[in-house]
């Protein structure tokens, strides 16, 4: 056991394994100052499966589009739902309360991550996490900061991939559909883009009504804004392209 540790001791570190997929540091110099910007709220009932598990065939449909839209030289900003709900397979959130929710959240936030991150890497794409409370785009100089930065991730090919912090402070912009609009305005995108599902999901927040709540407020900013069925084929593409 004593040598055990020693040999851990003295182990080299290793640094967090880390190489970026091919060719998103060589495009850092080479994407135009200026890029067209799209925000895409993509809806827990688009990710999940019957079984409320995560659909990876779609978030791999979802991967091809995204790819092929930076490709044009448009830069993609994701705001994914489905933290609790990939989560509610460890925590009990239907019959706990709010607290259950926090930590179904932070159990689920890992484990959606940790796909998106593999799926999106296999099509040479790297993803930046990014999770937001409503007092910091509240806060002028922390939303300034937070636009520097995803404005830095576009630049390099990175995708943003955006939740609420639900563990911090739980549903604080009411739902992602209205977390999708503020950083829609906060970036400036020319448009933005809820993908759902007629169905819905029973772990979302929020409903058609905040949808349509949503589309109003960026329209207001004069961004061009939509709900489509995330669930149709090349639905990405046929939209912003």
């Not at 001791?9 to 880390?18: A, D, F, I």
């Not at 930076?70 to 989560?87: F, M, P, Q, T």
């Not at 991939?161 to 020319?190: K, M, P, Q, T």
């Amino acid at each position: 056991m004593l040598l055990t540790k020693a040999r851990w001791y003295h182990e080299k570190p290793r640094p967090c394994s880390s190489r970026l997929p091919w060719g998103v540091k060589a495009r850092f110099f080479s994407v135009k100052t200026h890029m067209k910007t799209v925000t895409v709220k993509i809806g827990s009932s688009v990710l999940l499966s019957q079984r409320d598990e995560l659909d990876e065939f779609r978030v791999a449909h979802i991967t091809d589009q995204v790819r092929r839209l930076r490709d044009k030289g448009i830069g993609v900003i994701l705001v994914v739902s489905g933290a609790v709900a990939c989560g509610s397979s460890v925590v009990d959130v239907k019959s706990g309360g709010q607290r259950q929710r926090r930590m179904a959240a932070g159990i689920g936030q890992a484990m959606l991550i940790s796909v998106v991150r593999r799926i999106f890497s296999t099509k040479g794409l790297g993803i930046a996490q990014i999770l937001l409370t409503r007092d910091q785009l509240d806060s002028e100089s922390k939303s300034h900061e937070i636009n520097r930065l995803i404005q830095g991730y576009l630049k390099m090919g990175i995708i943003p991939v955006i939740n609420e912090n639900d563990v911090v402070d739980l549903n604080s912009f009411g739902g992602n559909d209205f977390l999708g609009a503020r950083v829609a305005i906060l970036v400036n995108a020319e448009q933005y883009l809820i993908l759902s599902t007629m169905a819905g999901s029973s772990f979302g927040v929020g409903g058609s009504e905040a949808k349509q709540q949503t589309i109003d407020m960026v329209r207001q900013e004069h961004i061009q804004a939509k709900i489509v069925n995330g669930k149709r084929k090349n639905i990405l593409l046929e939209a912003l392209l």
